[in-house]
Nanobody, 122 residues
């Protein structure tokens, strides 16, 4: 499985960004997938996950501002981020399970990860 993130960049506080994660080797429609972020010197933290059936869960600070979704036609995972804050600055990673139809949680240990994309909010 290969995951390739795109869409990161710099934005002013209050602005919006959309991230994409193109997946090859597996069908996103059948998998639990998630977005995570990491700031240098801190542990990586979950942002949001979406199950194979479309159920979603968000980290508390992302709830109401971020939306995770899948574009099954493009086999892509998406993250729409609105009302961005400076504390959202981080490298954002997408991750996927490889076993279809399994449980999904922000606490799940995902086996496959993308290379990351930088998001900077000033």
């Amino acid at each position: 499985v290969q995951l390739v993130e795109s869409g990161g960049g710099s934005v002013q506080a209050g602005g919006s960004l959309g991230l994409s994660c193109a997946v090859s080797g597996y069908l996103v429609s059948r998998l639990c997938m998630g977005w995570f972020r990491q700031v240098p010197g801190k542990e990586r933290e979950a942002v949001a996950v979406i199950s194979w059936s479309g159920g979603t869960a968000y980290e508390r600070s992302a709830e109401g501002r971020f939306t995770i979704s899948k574009d099954n036609a493009k086999n892509t995972l998406l993250l729409q981020m609105n009302s961005l804050k400076p504390e959202d600055t981080a490298v954002y990673y997408c991750a996927t399970d490889v076993v279809p139809g399994t449980w999904c949680s922000i606490h799940k240990d995902f086996p496959n990860w993308g290379q990351g994309t930088q998001v900077t909010v000033s």
